[in-house]
């Protein structure tokens, strides 16, 4: 190994020749050498983590000529504040939290992202009392089977009974600004169930204004325990925590979030803003050897998630069971127990341009937060539009795209055509409740939802 690195240090020491074209993505010259090529980024332990994993496992960062450690964290929020503070060079973010940072929710700091980790990967579950109760109110297909997706209309009654008994309905999301948070409101709104607002103007951060249902923040790894202990009675977390609960037998999965918003973006690799101005080169490097994993992880229909399942199977890496790792990765999702279906997109690494940093995709981050509160007065479409670009950074990838396609290792075919792309999706439609999603138009999209602030609404 060390052999290995002498030998790429030397190769790699030729004078800095990048020259970037923001108005074009065109690359003008070859990407000169890392100017850090020791480099530590972090993790929190979840399965959508397995771009480091295996650009780490098959040395396609030693390929760029750096040399990463990979360190999990606590939390969120601590990894975020190793980013801020230096001790990280980078780390797998929730989508949320550059754009969160950027703005001053919560930690102020302006954090960029030029790589989207994943598409998919989340899954709301409930415990198995609440499941029972909700079950009579879900029909059955001709298998005998739940129908899918189930909607939260499902448990609206069940949320009713618990609000005339005087018991309040608790649920588990990771972080204020995780798309898990989102994923779990929007869920929860469509089935005409509120999910509270913030007021941090009014100095209230809780979300629980006005609630149904109230959520709070519980660790990924810790979700299946509490779930366990009675304190929460339902969460939205990342793969492996849906599918442990079901094999201990504790909760059920009741939907995905690919039945929530089709081939939504999940996570994203961020770096400080200052960090990625300093060393431009060691981070169109990490974007390459980032695409190069992606690409692996869905290769030849899943074929390589078997292996893959089992390096993050390590307990420097996920650490759960193998089988656990499988179900999601593999293209399985396990329901009530026994009840395994076919979700062959539950994961998605690469596949429809899951790894491009989309304008239109920080938006829709952004028109919940100010759907919720979080963003607490009215911003005109422009503001929306600028954050995202101050934030996403698909100039960056696409030099690490184009130095791939030069050196052999990708195909033009596998990227969006740079010449084209404007950085914002069509209208999406593929949301539960079936309001179409346009990224240009984040406040006529608001304007769409009854639970939920628009215009100059107050919570």
Not at 417 to 434: H, L, N, T, V
Request: glycine share 8%; charged share 25%; hydrophobic share 40%.
């Amino acid at each position: 190994m060390m052999h290995r690195r002498q030998v790429l240090k030397t190769a790699l020491l030729t004078p800095l020749v990048l020259a970037l074209s923001l108005t074009s993505g065109q690359a003008n010259s070859a990407v000169g050498a890392p100017e850090k090529p020791d480099l530590k980024f972090g993790f929190i332990k979840l399965t959508d983590m397995a771009p480091l994993a295996i650009a780490y496992e098959k040395r396609f960062f030693e390929d760029e000529g750096l040399y990463v450690t990979l360190e999990a964290q606590a939390n969120w929020k601590v990894l975020l504040d190793r980013v801020i503070t230096g001790e990280l060079d980078g780390a797998h973010m929730l989508a949320g939290q550059p754009l969160g940072a950027t703005i001053g929710y919560g930690t102020k700091a302006d954090i960029v992202t030029a790589f989207s980790m994943d598409l998919n990967g989340n899954g709301i579950t409930v415990s198995k009392p609440v499941w029972e109760e909700m079950k009579k109110n879900i029909p059955k297909g001709a298998d005998g089977k739940p129908v899918h997706p189930v909607k939260a209309d499902a448990l609206k009654p069940v949320i009713d009974a618990y609000k005339a008994q005087g018991k309040p309905f608790k649920m588990g999301m990771v972080f204020p600004v995780s798309t898990h948070n989102y994923e779990l409101r929007y869920w929860l709104a469509a089935g005409g169930i509120h999910p509270g607002y913030y007021a941090p103007d009014k100095g209230d951060t809780s979300g629980q204004i006005k609630a149904d249902a109230f959520l709070s923040v519980t660790p990924p790894p810790q979700m299946p325990a509490t779930l366990e202990a009675g304190t929460i009675n339902g969460y939205c977390v990342g793969e492996p925590w849906n599918q442990q609960a079901v094999f201990k037998g504790i909760g059920v999965p009741v939907i995905t979030d690919y039945e929530i918003w089709k081939n939504n973006p999940e996570k994203v690799f961020g770096v400080s803003k200052a960090w990625a101005d300093k060393y431009p080169n060691t981070h169109i490097r990490t974007v390459k050897a980032m695409i190069r994993a992606a690409k692996w992880l869905d290769e030849n229909n899943n074929a390589n998630r078997v292996a893959a399942s089992r390096i993050l199977a390590k307990p420097n890496y996920v650490g759960a069971d193998v089988d656990v790792i499988d179900n999601s990765m593999t293209g399985t999702f396990e329901y009530e127990k026994g009840d395994k279906r076919a979700v062959p997109d539950f994961n998605v690494f690469f596949r429809y341009n899951a790894t491009y940093p989309y304008y239109s995709d920080a938006v829709w981050y952004l028109t919940q937060m100010r759907r919720w509160g979080q963003i607490a007065e009215y911003k005109p479409d422009s503001w929306y539009m600028d954050i995202a670009k101050k934030v996403y950074r698909p100039d960056i990838y696409a030099l690490a795209a184009k130095e791939l396609i030069a050196e052999g290792k990708m195909k033009a075919s596998d990227f969006p055509d740079f010449a084209k792309e404007s950085g914002y999706k069509p209208p999406q439609k593929e949301f539960i409740d079936g309001v179409t999603y346009d990224g240009k138009k984040p406040n006529a999209y608001l304007s769409q939802f009854k639970i939920g602030l628009k215009g100059k609404d107050k919570p």
